[in-house]
């Protein structure tokens, strides 16, 4: 008789349970309280592999989706690739770091409104003993016509994102087009591109936040940085036009970019990194202009 009060317990236990779990239109956060489902919940985010390598995505993504009820894929590339996908309506949101394009992307219609997230530095880095002589460079240009001149080994990434995009136009400021067996490009993300300058003993060029992350690892040290707005690293949400495909996901694309310049996310991106490196990986700067920017 014991045994059968047992099992009639546990059932009405389970039971009692069961009645407490949010069903399948809610979702229970952390402090118990119960989000409402989005209607159409599985959302893309096209994004960079600066955000992907500094570890700022999964930080982002894991709040945002405790909090909305979405559930976020992202894809992630370099900035030039991840604007050909949202303009092909292969996502609903993109975080980039590449201003021209994104204002000619959002000129040309693929987007519905584009807003300032959050921003860190580039800085060139090098191996210790600096061959070129870089670090005592008076400017970023400076540094470049050393590294050309005297032909040392520099990595470009070679693939069109933003930080790509920025190196291009850092030699074009300093008079140079660089060319010939010193100059090679890897093709590959920002942390495979800093792996390669580290086995090699060359320059490149890194948004701090990777840098950050994978310096322990390096046998690379800054020796260009902070030399003017040059190397300025600025981070925008866009909105994908819905008009770009049926797949696009409007309300889930505004959730998100609504979720990345609000408190909660601003909050995490101000602390994200101090306790690890020392110093934040990124800036928050939602609400600000680009022309008040340190």
Not at 42 to 48: E, G, P, Q, S, V
Not at 256 to 270: E, R
């Amino acid at each position: 008789m014991q045994r059968l009060w047992s099992i009639v317990l546990s059932g009405l236990l389970l039971l009692l349970l069961a009645g407490c779990r949010p069903g399948p239109d809610s979702l229970a956060t952390a402090s118990g309280t119960a989000v409402p489902q989005p209607a159409q919940p599985d959302m893309i985010l096209l994004t960079t592999t600066s955000v992907r390598d500094s570890g700022l995505l999964d930080v982002l993504v894991a709040d945002f989706q405790r909090r909305t009820g979405y559930r976020v894929k992202p894809v992630v590339a370099g900035s030039g690739q991840v604007l050909t996908l949202g303009a092909n309506g292969a996502g609903d949101v993109l975080l980039t770091h590449s201003p021209a394009a994104e204002t000619a992307w959002l000129a040309a219609g693929h987007g519905l409104e584009r807003r300032l997230v959050m921003f860190n530095d580039y800085l060139i880095v090098g191996p210790p003993d600096d061959p070129a002589g870089l670090r005592d460079s008076p400017s970023t240009a400076a540094a470049l016509q050393r590294v050309a001149s005297q032909r040392a080994l520099f990595i470009s990434r070679g693939d069109r994102s933003g930080t790509h995009t920025r190196e291009r136009q850092l030699w074009q400021q300093a008079g140079i087009v660089p060319a010939g067996s010193w100059y090679q490009e890897s093709g590959t993300g920002q942390g495979q591109s800093l792996q390669i300058a580290s086995e090699k003993r060359g320059y490149v060029l890194t948004d701090r936040g990777t840098y950050l992350v994978q310096r322990q690892r390096l046998a690379l040290v800054p020796l260009v940085e902070r030399t003017g707005p040059e190397l300025l690293n600025i981070y925008h949400v866009l909105t994908v036009n819905p008009a770009r495909g049926e797949r696009v996901n409007a309300a889930g694309g505004r959730a998100f970019a609504d979720y990345v310049v609000g408190p909660a996310a601003q909050t995490l991106i101000a602390s994200f990194g101090i306790e690890r490196y020392g110093e934040p990986v990124f800036t928050p700067a939602a609400g600000r202009e680009v022309a008040d920017l340190p």
